[in-house]
């Protein structure tokens, strides 16, 4: 018996090349060589960048703009107006946990997991979201226009916006690389912003918003010249409107598809080894059980809700309480660029003094100004100061976020090593709180301005009405943000454990990919064989 299988085994060895023979038999022998890094290139971040801006320039146009369209150009009563707002907001909060679930039970394609979602979700979103600035001729469905066409672009861009953001885990497995693309990515976000803010902005801004000096229009109705004139006008603003969709949805389309051209997904080691993966409620469970998600959250919940509350009521914050009516977007013009400038900075300060140090000096800075514009009086060059400071601060609002989302999905990756696919619930579940808090945020905030007297199409407003904007713009912010630092003192991941997780999480790659080797050496040999 053993004559024989010494005999077999000599067979065998005749057979094999000797490189691969040696191999079999001093396996001790081999030294494991470090993993090289995987390293993105440039235009490989620039592409993936490219990416987040079709979300921020829609979004920014449709927070800035759509309240003050709603109400002075499609002319919706406010009531009505406050449902579109809170309804559209909700339904998207939603979504985003529905999107995170298809996407989890989505299986892997030839262009990945996730890209499929963005090239499907494109064309429709942009058709959508051109009917939502379109104003229909039938007055009395008006408002069910705005709410069914407003739902149906934020799903669809729920579509693009989730598997995109869940692809920060899959362009690259260096924690480094994630976040250098990750802040290539908040620039060009910030950048779109920008663009969907000076877009929206200077063309609206050419066109003469018609308003009324009586709020009744009695004094307007009996000019029969002026009405006209009013009307012309108005035609001329609503289409200044479309012509802003139609410019933003071409840009759109132009970072979907240098998006899908430049970026290619990568699967985690250890993720190809798993048999099947996780059902979704499982992994919900998990997720929502995990500490630092749950704290990261929290904290950002108020930060976002304050500055979205500010988003929302700008426009009308300038052109009533401050009186800037033709300036409010020159105004958001400055806040973006300044706020496009100092990402990079921000992306040097929390990699010199850690993330947790970024949030609070970050965040905490917009509320010296937001106090400043809170009592000061009316003054247009202290009002563009105040907007170019407050510009630093929402940079950071938007890049802290993002770049420390991928830390707790790395603890979470250590803590539960068999867990995979569960990425997108990470980030529609972020998106999902945000959002729905947003929702009820502008909802309430409408509504208030409904209650406090607002007038639709007037030249200027109540007392009541610029006192609320001053509390919506300033005040509420202000305590929104203070409640959010107070939360931030109980995420656990400083740049110790950040490190550190590093580290184990580079250990377990490692093992996953000698593992795979492994099997691909046994299996050539067997093939030989």
């Not at 009563?77 to 529905?98: E, H, M």
């Not at 890209?115 to 959508?128: E, K, R, Y």
Request: with cysteine; charged share 15%; aromatic share 12%.
């Amino acid at each position: 018996m053993a004559k024989g299988e010494g005999s077999e085994s000599g067979s065998a060895a005749g057979l094999l090349p000797t490189g691969i023979l040696q191999a079999a038999e001093r396996p001790a022998q081999v030294k494991k060589e470090p993993k090289k890094k995987q390293q993105l290139s440039i235009c490989n971040k620039l592409c993936y960048a490219v990416g987040g801006a079709p979300y921020q320039v829609t979004g920014c146009a449709l927070g800035f703009f759509l309240q003050i369209y709603l109400l002075d150009v499609a002319q919706v009563d406010p009531f009505s107006a406050s449902i579109i707002l809170f309804v559209g907001r909700a339904w998207d909060a939603f979504t985003d946990p529905l999107v995170g679930f298809c996407i989890s039970k989505s299986s892997w394609t030839r262009l990945g997991r996730l890209m499929p979602w963005i090239i499907f979700s494109t064309p429709l979103a942009i058709i959508a979201y051109f009917l939502i600035w379109f104003v229909p001729d039938f007055p009395q469905g008006q408002a069910l226009w705005y709410l069914l066409f407003y739902c149906l672009f934020e799903t669809l861009v729920t579509c693009f916006h989730v598997p995109y953001s869940a692809l920060t885990m899959f362009i690259s497995t260096e924690q480094s690389e994630r976040d250098s693309a990750t802040a290539y990515r908040m620039t060009v976000e910030v950048l779109g912003t920008v663009l969907g803010t000076a877009i929206q902005g200077q063309i609206v801004g050419q066109a003469d918003t018609p308003c009324l000096q009586d709020p009744n229009g009695s004094a307007l109705a009996s000019e029969g010249t002026n009405h006209t004139q009013s009307a012309t006008s108005l035609k001329e603003t609503q289409n200044a409107y479309l012509l802003a969709a139609g410019v933003i949805a071409s840009i759109y389309v132009i970072c979907a598809v240098i998006l899908t051209l430049g970026v290619r997904e990568q699967r985690e080691p250890y993720e190809t080894q798993q048999a099947e993966p996780m059902s979704f409620f499982r992994g919900l469970r998990l997720v929502m059980s995990h500490g630092p998600y749950v704290k990261l959250i929290a904290g950002f919940l108020f930060t976002s809700l304050a500055f979205m509350l500010v988003e929302g009521n700008f426009a009308l914050f300038c052109t009533y309480t401050l009186g800037f009516r033709n300036e409010f977007q020159n105004l958001l013009l400055a806040i973006m660029l300044s706020a496009t400038f100092t990402i990079p900075i921000w992306q040097w300060f929390l990699t010199r003094f850690g993330k947790k140090t970024a949030v609070y000096t970050g965040i905490s800075s917009a509320v010296p100004f937001l106090i400043l514009v809170a009592f000061m009086k009316s003054n247009l060059i202290i009002t563009y100061v105040v907007a170019v400071a407050a510009g630093i601060s929402v940079a950071a609002a938007f890049l802290l976020p993002w770049s420390m989302l991928p830390d707790v999905i790395d603890d979470f990756h250590l803590k539960q090593p068999q867990s995979h696919g569960t990425e997108p619930i990470f980030f529609s579940f972020y998106v999902f709180f945000t959002k729905f808090a947003s929702g009820v945020s502008l909802g309430i905030s409408t509504l208030s301005l409904d209650f406090a007297g607002y007038q639709t199409r007037g030249c200027s407003q109540p007392a009541r009405v610029k006192f609320t904007l001053k509390m919506l713009v300033t005040i509420a912010p202000i305590v929104l943000i203070l409640l959010g630092l107070l939360l931030f003192k109980l995420y656990p991941i400083d740049e110790e454990k950040r490190r550190q997780n590093k580290k184990d999480l580079q250990a377990l790659r490692e093992e996953a990919s000698s593992s795979g080797c492994s099997d691909t050496d046994s299996t050539e040999l067997a093939r030989i064989l």
